[in-house]
């Protein structure tokens, strides 16, 4: 009976706690298949901070167990993708009367210092911002300010090195693939797949199922149930603005505002800065998500209270805004709702068990596997013990400290580079640089060109090892080339995929 299923585990979802489940469990022994509707990446996992932090401010809401999990994850996620991870270090300004007291904000940090495991980043200090190039950018409020450490990554990239790692491990990745029903006959699911390429249906037989649909969590559920409506999750929609480059250096700024709320600015792509976030519950459709007027009117009156030069709508070159799906804990504001994960399984009785994801943050997603791996072999049995930690992902076999060193032989490799595509190709793939260039030696061995620095060899690959189907899948989720091409440019990438796929996203 057993053995005549499809697979052992069926995951909906192809977001990052998705993909990292289906890396797990695939590099333990199970057969394991998933199903994304749209691109990977394509919900909540595009649309974050992209922080791999422990989250200094979940301490004010004592959520010791979470920031815990995530600092120890900080320097394992950065040693699994040291090409992708970038660690990172943050500027905390602090004035005399702030809205937190220098003792509090210096306790939360010796925690953040203490509590983690850290190891190579390095540790809090404190600034003088009468000295210090940090105040440069900013008004002349500050005599002080902590700097700290936590790491940075590019999430869509991110999810898609799991997959990636996930599908060579022999792990079934299904993108474009929505799963319209799932229903159990005894222990097995039945899962019915929409090709939403294609629009053909077909069903596939798993002995357990895992939601891990984020947004979309407890519309799943309810439509497996036949319910109307379920209630796990908490949607709170948080957006963020890019404008240009609004200071130099590779250190980020950590503001807080007058109503207890906080917001990053953060060095983005070389030429940018990335603004963010808000928090504000949603009730709408997760897929048509939107930044609003009032979210791009407080992100940058919250900057322009520190920047000497005030941050303007008219600055903004482009805005994102994703949905957190937080595990509905009662919290009366949206900025207090836990960012923990919970998992809940359905099961008992001989039936073939479900678990649902609710929760969760990019930097979790590894504990979030290992701790859904522990249910699952709860049901199906134990098969291998865990293995993400010390596990890199493509690209990623080089330790931390050989970054730079790694990265100027790949420069040196292909001289014909400029210094700034070699760098962002190898920050991008790291070893796997070179599978994308070969032998080339020249501009013109490359292929098309399709504006600033992407060519037809780079988005080859990313349609055949990374499932790009679409110019939004490469300029907007595995690189941010959108921010640097016209858009003449992006609708010539879109007609050229779309002839050598023969799909067609707007007409699916
Ligand atoms: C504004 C904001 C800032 C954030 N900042 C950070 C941060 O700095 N650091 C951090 O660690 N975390 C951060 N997070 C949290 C983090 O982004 C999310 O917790 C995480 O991305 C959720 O991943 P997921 O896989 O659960 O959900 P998702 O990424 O949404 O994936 C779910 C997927 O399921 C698919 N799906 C839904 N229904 C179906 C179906 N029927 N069939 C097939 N597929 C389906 C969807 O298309 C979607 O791609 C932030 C979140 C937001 C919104």
């Keep these: 009976m057993v053995a005549n299923t499809d697979y052992d585990i069926f995951i909906i979802g192809g977001g990052i706690n998705g993909c990292g489940i289906a890396r797990d469990a695939v590099g333990r022994g199970f057969r ?5 509707m749209k691109d990977l990446a394509s919900g909540t996992s595009s649309r974050a901070t992209k922080l791999i932090h422990g989250g200094l401010r979940y301490l004010e809401h004592y959520e010791f167990r979470l920031v ?11 040693a699994n993708a040291p090409h992708l991870v970038k660690p990172m270090r943050f500027i905390l300004p602090y004035h005399r009367g702030g809205v937190r007291p220098a003792w509090l904000l210096r306790l939360g940090l010796f925690l953040y210092d203490h509590i983690g495991g850290r190891k190579l980043l390095p540790a809090t200090r404190t600034l003088n911002m009468k000295t210090d190039k940090a105040a440069v950018p900013l008004k002349d409020l500050f005599t002080k300010a902590f700097e700290y450490s936590d790491a940075w990554v590019d999430d869509a990239r991110f999810v898609a090195l799991n997959a990636m790692d996930a599908k060579e491990r022999g792990a079934e990745i299904r993108t474009r693939t929505k799963v319209t029903a799932a229903r159990r006959v005894g222990d097995v699911w039945h899962i019915t797949l929409q090709d939403l390429r294609t629009g053909k249906v077909n069903e596939v037989t798993s002995r357990l199922l895992v939601n891990a649909a984020g ?26 603005i890019i404008v240009r480059k609004k200071f130099d250096g590779d250190r980020s700024y950590f503001f807080q505002n007058n109503d207890g709320r906080i917001i990053f600015a953060i060095p983005y792509e070389n030429d940018f800065t990335l603004i963010g976030t808000t928090d504000q519950d949603y009730h ?45 804990d009662g919290a009366n504001k949206a900025q207090e709702a836990t960012r923990d994960y919970v998992l809940k399984d359905d099961a008992g009785d001989g039936k073939a068990p479900l678990i649902n994801i609710f929760g969760g943050k990019i930097t979790t997603y590894r504990r979030l596997s290992e701790h859904m791996m522990q249910k699952i072999e709860h049901f199906l049995g134990k098969k291998g013990a865990p293995w993400t930690h010390k596990a890199p992902l493509p690209g990623g076999d080089f330790p931390v400290q050989d970054f ?3 990265s100027a032989k790949f420069a040196a490799h292909y001289p014909f580079l400029t210094p700034s595509h070699a760098a962002r190709l190898f920050r991008m793939y ?45 300029v907007w989720r595995r690189s941010k080339r959108g921010l640097v091409m016209t858009a003449s440019e992006i609708a010539a990438l879109d007609q050229f995929m779309k002839t050598e796929t023969g799909y067609d996203e707007k007409a699916a």
């Design 68 to 78: 815990r999990e995530a600092l120890m994850e900080r320097e394992i996620i950065w």
């Design 32 to 36: 394991t298949g998933l199903a994304e």
């Design 404 to 406: 730079s060193r790694m």
């Design 284 to 328: 709408g459709d997760p897929a048509k998500v939107e930044i609003t007027e009032s979210e791009s009117d407080y992100l940058c009156s919250a900057a322009s209270e520190y920047f000497r030069e005030p941050v303007q709508r008219e600055d903004i070159v482009w805005a994102y805004s994703g949905v957190r799906p937080l595990y509905d």
């Design 430 to 474: 790291g070893t796997r640089a070179q599978w994308i260039l070969g032998n080339a030696t020249d501009y013109k061995d490359l292929g098309q060109h399709f504006g600033a620095d992407l060519y037809e060899v780079e988005v080859r690959y990313m349609m055949v090892q990374e499932w790009a189907l679409t110019a939004e899948d490469i």
């Design 215 to 240: 947004p979309w969590v407890d519309r799943v559920l309810a439509g497996m149930e036949g319910l109307a409506e379920v209630h796990n999750v908490r949607l709170v929609q948080g957006s963020h």
